[in-house]
């Protein structure tokens, strides 16, 4: 059998060593070596145990070899051969409890799963060939137990690549040892066993390819261009291009002539033969001229009147006005189609209208603290009447005022008041009251200084502010 083993893996170094040479790709060789371990082993009891048997771990060990075959970088499958030694002792010493030890050639199959380079997890099943037994009791001898029995077991591995490797490992036996066909018991004796050990790698290593520094496939020993990216039918550099455009020779129809991807390579066509390529002719299928990027006459404005007949090309416009903006008769920036009073300077927020002429905020007066109008204050809104009758679309807010006589809770009310009661004014003139807006503002925003008669009398006012 050991000479079958041998040949065998004779046999698998033969060949992982011929695929060696033609492997390209990171991976790992097949490899092998020695092993020994320390064994905490018991009998795990089971079944009718009236007399309550149990063991104890106790300290063996384990030496042999193993080989690791691996199926790529994350799982490998590894035999391993063993002469093992197993201690067992029980807790409670009667006499005819076997103690002692038991001598086995184990043979662990396990598969290996690569969690990284540091660490792999391993399980499968164990298969025990019972050697010899040694009872300190001389009660048991080898006839007494299971010749071949199997376990499962899994367990961890640290370094698994390297030269040195931590292992262990849980075993579980599956089979019962007790071979002496007792009637008289029931009980069932099996493998209990915590292994720790070390591997020694002696054949087996890490194939690292030759680097690739442009990642072609071709390495940098036999890349003529190892910065370039390339096929292997130039030797690693890139296809050629003959002119320079940018277009591999290969794919390049016209390779003698430089020219464009989107026309396989050779010169932009010119469908028209107006003399502006197809790329820099924005009418490619009417002649036109450079002057007009090779379009007939162009549209510069974007406004629907060609160049020839806008008069103003380069503003946009409209037909109306041969193609140029629409005029600001009174020039004071609103248009003529949007100014209210187009032929009058006006003020752009009051869509072209001026302002209210000669009013003045503190001659609309009220009678002492109250709310009503006096003669003069109504002859100062008479000028906002005539503004608001003669610009029908301009509209206004009054804003009432007081002086710093008392207090806001009093003056804000009055100024509020008085600034409707100015509205009422103009409403009763005939100007509709959507059109005028009130606040009220009380000693706020004072226009002169409150410590003078006259200052005060400026202060009480009604602001018309257009909207």
Known sequence: MMKKLLLNLSLLLFFEANAQEKEVTDHYTVSGGLLGALNFTKFRVSGNNAGNISFNFQTGWSGGVWLNLPFGKAVSFEPQAMYSSYIYSPSVTNGTVFSGKMDYISVPLLLKFHIGPSFALTMGPEFNFLNSVSDDNSNSTKSDFTGTSTSISGGVELFPHGRLSIFGRYIHGL?????????????????????????????????????????????????????????????????????????????????????????????????????????????????????????????????????????CPNQAGLAKYQGCPIPDTDGDGVNDEDDKCPTVPGDSLLKGCPKIENFEAHKVTFTSGKAVLTTAGKKELDLAYEYLAKYPEVKLTLVGYTDNSGTDKINIPLSEKRAEAAKAYLVSKGIDESRIATEGHGSADPVEDNKTKAGKAMNRRVEARLQ
């Open 175 to 311: 089979t019962n040892m007790d071979a002496t066909d007792n009637p008289n018991t029931a009980v069932k004796y099996y493998n209990q066993v915590i292994q720790a050990g070390i591997k020694l790698k002696l054949f087996g290593k890490h194939i690292v390819p030759p680097p690739d520094t442009d990642g072609d496939g071709i390495a940098d020993p036999s890349d003529k261009c190892p910065t370039q990216s390339g096929p292997a039918k130039y030797q690693g550099c890139p296809i050629p291009d003959s002119d320079n455009d940018g277009i591999n020779d290969e794919e390049d129809k016209c390779p003698n002539q430089a020219g464009t991807a989107k026309y396989g390579g050779c010169p932009i066509p010119d469908t028209d033969g107006d003399g502006v390529n197809d790329e820099a002719d924005k009418c490619p299928s009417q002649a036109g001229t450079a002057k007009y990027n090779g379009c007939p006459v162009p549209d510069s404005d974007g406004d629907g009147i060609d160049d020839e007949a806008d008069k």
